[in-house]
Every structure is written in C-alpha cells, then in structure tokens.
C-alpha cells in the first residue's frame, strides 16, 4: 500500500520577493542605457543619410539656377552671446543660388518683395529670451564664436528643397523638435560656406549639428514683461557637429 506524503507548498517570503525585485532593478538599470544609446545612434545614422541627400538636392537647385545672383544683406544683433561672443550689427548675407535663409532674424523687405525667412530665430534670438548662450563646437571640440558664425553660415531652406521636388520630405531630424527641450531644435541644419563672402560662385557646405547639452542658469530669468518668457529660467544650448 503506498503512502503518500503531502509537500506543504509556500509562498515566497518578504525578503525573497525583494532580493528578486532588486535584482530585475539592477538588469533594468543595465538594459535601458543600452536601447536608449542605440536608439539615439539609429537617430544620429539617419541624419547622416539624410544629410547626403540634402547636399544632393542642394547642388541640384544651385545647378537649376539661371540668370544672374541675387544677394540679400541683413545686419543683425542677438540677444544671446554666441560662443562666448556678443553678436552686434553683423552682417548675414544670403544668396538665391542656393537653398538658404538667415541664421537669425530676416531682413524686412520692400513692397512686392518675398521676405527672406529665418530658420532660428528662437536658437538666436534677437529680443529678451530663455536663450542667454549658444555655443556650436565643431568636430574637434573647438567653439564656433560670434561674427564668424552668422557671416560663415546660412540655414537650409529644407523647405524650399521640398517644393520645388529636390527632397521627398523634410528629414526627421530637421522637423523633430522636442517638447521636453521646450521646443528647442535638436539639430541645425546649416550651409558652411567654403569660400569668402563676396567671391563668385561661392559653394555651400551642409553642415549638421546636434544639441548635446541644456544647462539652466539659475541666476539668469527674462526680464522682459512683454516676452511670453517673462521670469522664466534662461539657459545655455551646446550644439555638437556631426557632419
């Protein structure tokens, strides 16, 4: 005749539910670095495709151009320093050879006149803002500073590109901006251009960089009653070149 013996069956105790709650925060802890790391660098590989494509389609509009060149100056003076710089009455020059507008603010135009556009404007403004500074490091690290970056640059005219059927859309990485970031560019889109402003046939280089870096500076709020930021922190932007 068997006998049978029952096994008292138990739960987990306390203690041993918390060794293994600790230990699935420990792998959780490991893992989330490593999806958010490759899914910031598939994002950083698509703006690099991108990229390429948008240095295509720009030579392409600068090849379709005819006629004579066009060349539009704006002086300018940003609130923010850049790199470190007090930006004053520098001039931004842009051209209709290529798919370009102002860095910051755009010139007013004349009666029956398109106005220019400006594609920064909130990164480099020019009125009482959260933006007190704005530094782009190139890929070597170095700043980019004040007058030499708004005459040296223009901002893509993505858009432009777009219209006219040189780009099938507007890349994810130009069009993305973050509500986290308080609707700050997590990348510009920039033209470097190689040759002296005032040269003919001055060629355009498309330049990329991405926001690394918010730093809010406690000290520092607009003052600015009539700004939509007014008391609000102000902060400094550090942008990295990726391409």
Known sequence: ?????????????????????????????????????????????KVLQDATQVRNASTNYFKDRTGSEVRTPHTVTVTPLVGGVSVSNVQQLVSDRWPEVFITSAASAPTNVVTIGTRYAH???????????VALLDHDGAVLAGDSLIRGFTAVDLEKLRDGN???????????????????????????????VGSEG????VAV???????????????????????????????????
Do not use: C, H
């Open 1 to 45: 005749m068997n006998t049978i013996t029952k096994v008292q069956e138990r739960g987990f105790t306390l203690i041993e539910l918390l060794a293994v709650m600790a230990i699935l925060a420990v792998l959780a802890g490991m893992v989330a670095p490593t999806i958010s790391g490759t899914k910031e660098a598939s994002i950083d590989a």
């Open 123 to 133: 990164i480099f403004p020019t009125t009482n803002t959260i933006v007190s500074e």
């Open 166 to 196: 040189y780009l099938a859309g507007i890349p994810e990485g130009a069009r993305a901006q973050s509500a986290a970031n308080g609707g700050l560019d997590n990348f510009l889109w920039l033209f470097k251009k190689a040759s002296s």
């Open 202 to 205: 001055d060629d355009r280089r």
């Open 209 to 243: 960089f991405k926001l690394v870096k918010i730093e809010k500076l406690e000290s520092l709020t607009v003052t600015d009653t009539a700004s939509p930021d007014f008391g609000k922190q102000k902060v400094r932007l550090t942008y990295k070149q990726v391409l």
